[in-house]
T-cell receptor, first 113, second 113 residues
C-alpha cells in the first residue's frame, strides 16, 4: 500500500513569492493533517481536516496561509506571499479514523531566500 | 499548557551500547504518548506508543513505559545498531483530543561502528 505522498520534495523561492504544497493521503484515510517543522524542532500542527472540512485551523497563520481539501482526498497548502521565516519542512499526515495512528509523508523542504 | 520535554542531543554511542532518551510530559489530562523516529530525508515513522499509565510500548527492540507518577516516557534499547541513527521525537496528545499531537524538539542519535 502506498504511503502518504507529498510534492514537491524541495522548493526554493524568493520572498514575497507564492508557493503551494500538495499531499495525497493513504487511500481511505479521512483525516489529514498539515504540520510545519522548523529546523531542530518537532512538528507543529497547522491544520486538520476531517474529510473536506477543516475542523482545526487555530494554528494556521491565516493572513498568508491557506489550505483546501475540496473532495476530501488530496490537499493543497498555500503560502502567499512567502516570508523568510517560512523556511521549514512542511509535513502531511493522515489517519483512517480520528483516533488512529498518524502516518507521515516525507515532507516538502521550503527555502525562502 | 500541554508540552513535552526531551533530552537534548546529539547522543553519540558505540554500537551495542545501551540507549536511554529521556522524555517528560506535562501532567494534564490523560494523554497518549508516542515515540516517532525520523531517518535522514524521510518523514516521521511511529516507533511505539502507550495509551494509559503503566502501559509499555515496544518495537524493533525499543521500549518505553508510561509512568504517570514521574510523568515520563523514556525510550530505551539494550543494544543499538548503526542503523538506529536518526532523530527521535517524543509526543503526546493534547487538548483532550486523541488525534492532536504535540512533539518534543527531537533528539539526534548517532551510533558509531
Amino acid at each position: 500500500e502506498a504511503g502518504v505522498v507529498q510534492s514537491p520534495r524541495y522548493k526554493i523561492i524568493e520572498k514575497k513569492q507564492p508557493v503551494a504544497f500538495w499531499c495525497n493521503p493513504i487511500s481511505g484515510h479521512n483525516t489529514l493533517y498539515w504540520y510545519r517543522q522548523n529546523l531542530g524542532q518537532g512538528p507543529e500542527l497547522l491544520i486538520r481536516y476531517e474529510n473536506e472540512e477543516a475542523v482545526d485551523d487555530s494554528q494556521l497563520p491565516k493572513d498568508r496561509f491557506s489550505a483546501e481539501r475540496l473532495k476530501g482526498v488530496d490537499s493543497t497548502l498555500k503560502i502567499q506571499p512567502a516570508e523568510l521565516g517560512d523556511s521549514a519542512v512542511y509535513l502531511c499526515a493522515s489517519t483512517s479514523t480520528p483516533t488512529d495512528t498518524q502516518y507521515f509523508g516525507p515532507g516538502t523542504r521550503l527555502t525562502v531566500l | 499548557g500541554d508540552s513535552v520535554t526531551q533530552m537534548e542531543g546529539p547522543v553519540t554511542l558505540s554500537e551495542e551500547a545501551f540507549l536511554t532518551i529521556n522524555c517528560t510530559y506535562t501532567a494534564t489530562g490523560y494523554p497518549s504518548l508516542f515515540w516517532y523516529v525520523q531517518y535522514p530525508g524521510e518523514g516521521l515513522q511511529l516507533l511505539l506508543k502507550a495509551t494509559k499509565a503503566d502501559d509499555k510500548g515496544s518495537n524493533k527492540g525499543f521500549e518505553a513505559t508510561y509512568r504517570k507518577e514521574t510523568t515520563s516516557f523514556h525510550l530505551e534499547k539494550g543494544s543499538v545498531q548503526v542503523s538506529d541513527s536518526a532523530v527521535y521525537f517524543c509526543a503526546r496528545t493534547f487538548g483532550g483530543a486523541t488525534n492532536k499531537l504535540i512533539f518534543g524538539t527531537g533528539t539526534l542519535l548517532a551510533v558509531q561502528p
